[in-house]
C-alpha cells in the first residue's frame, strides 16, 4: 500500500479527518487534537477476485489465507477463513498414506474451501462497497449533519440491517461448525455475563450519569516532560 513520507508530513492532515468525523463524540475530537500529523499513516487495503478457476494447490504445495482469499476486514473474516482452511487442510493431510497420495489430498482441500471462502470474499468486498459509497451518517433530529440522500436511506434501512440482513449474515459467517454445534453453550455464556456484569456496569452508567464523564488524558499528552507510553 502507499507510504507517506514521514519527513514531509501532510499538511492539514488531522484537520481532514477530523472533519469527516463532525458530530462524533467529545473523546474523538480530544484524542485527534493531540495527534500530530506525522503519526497518521495510510494503509491500503487490497483483495482480489476468487480463484475459482484456478487451485490454490499445485502438486505437493498449497496456500490458505490471505495468501489465496485476500478479502476486504468489514466483516472480520480474514483470520477465521484461515482458521477454516487450517482444519480443513488437517483433516486431508490426516488421511494422507503415502507422498503420492498428497497432491489429491490438496485438491480437495481447495474444493472443500473455495465456494464458502469465495462467498465470504463476496460479503466482504458488498459490505466495503456499501460503507463507502452507498450509506452515510444516519439521520438525527439532533443535528444536521444527516441530510443527505445516503443519509436518509441510512436510516430507512438500519431496522431491515439489524433485524434482516445482518442475522442472515453471521448465520452464514458461523455456521462452520465441525466439531458439532454449542446448544445452549451460547445463551449459558450469555446468561453468566450479565448476572456477573451487570451491576457493576449500571453503577457505571449511573456515576456518569450523576457526575459526568471526565475524559482520560490522550495517548499523546505529556506528563513532566515524558511522552506517556500504552
Known amino acids: ?15 481532514y479527518i477530523k472533519s469527516l468525523h463532525q458530530g462524533w ?3 474523538i475530537h480530544y484524542v485527534l487534537d493531540h495527534t500530530p500529523d506525522e503519526a497518521v499513516e495510510q494503509r491500503d487495503l ?3 477476485p476468487p480463484e475459482v478457476l484456478r487451485s490454490w494447490s499445485k502438486g505437493g504445495v498449497t496456500l490458505l489465507g490471505d495468501a489465496c482469499h485476500p478479502m476486504m476486514p ?12 487450517a482444519f480443513v487442510l488437517g483433516e486431508e493431510l490426516a488421511q494422507v498414506q503415502t507422498t503420492a497420495d498428497l497432491p489429491d489430498a490438496l485438491q480437495a482441500y481447495y474444493r ?3 465456494l464458502r471462502v469465495s462467498a465470504v470474499q463476496g460479503l466482504s468486498r458488498m459490505a ?12 438525527s433530529p439532533r443535528d444536521s449533519l444527516g441530510t443527505s440522500i445516503q ?17 442472515l449474515q453471521f448465520l452464514f459467517l458461523y455456521s462452520f461448525f465441525p466439531t458439532g454445534g454449542m446448544g445452549n453453550l451460547p445463551k449459558e455464556l450469555e446468561k ?21 464523564q471526565t475524559v482520560r488524558p490522550s495517548f499523546f499528552s505529556k506528563d513532566d516532560g515524558n511522552q506517556l507510553a500504552a
Request: hydrophobic residues 35%.
Open 25 to 27: 463524540s467529545e473523546e
Open 74 to 85: 468489514n466483516l472480520g473474516q480474514g483470520g477465521c477463513q484461515a482458521i477454516e482452511d
Open 128 to 139: 466495503s462497497d456499501l460503507i463507502i459509497n452507498a450509506f452515510d451518517t444516519p439521520w
Open 1 to 15: 500500500g502507499g507510504v507517506r513520507d514521514l519527513g514531509q508530513p501532510e499538511q492539514g492532515l488531522v484537520d
Open 151 to 167: 443519509s436518509v436511506a441510512t436510516t430507512m434501512l438500519r431496522p431491515f440491517l439489524q433485524y434482516v440482513i445482518f442475522p
Open 112 to 114: 472443500k474451501r473455495v
Open 192 to 212: 453468566d455475563w450479565k448476572q456477573r456484569h451487570y451491576a457493576t456496569s449500571m453503577a457505571a452508567f449511573e456515576k456518569a450519569q450523576r457526575e459526568g
Open 46 to 48: 487490497y483483495d482480489r
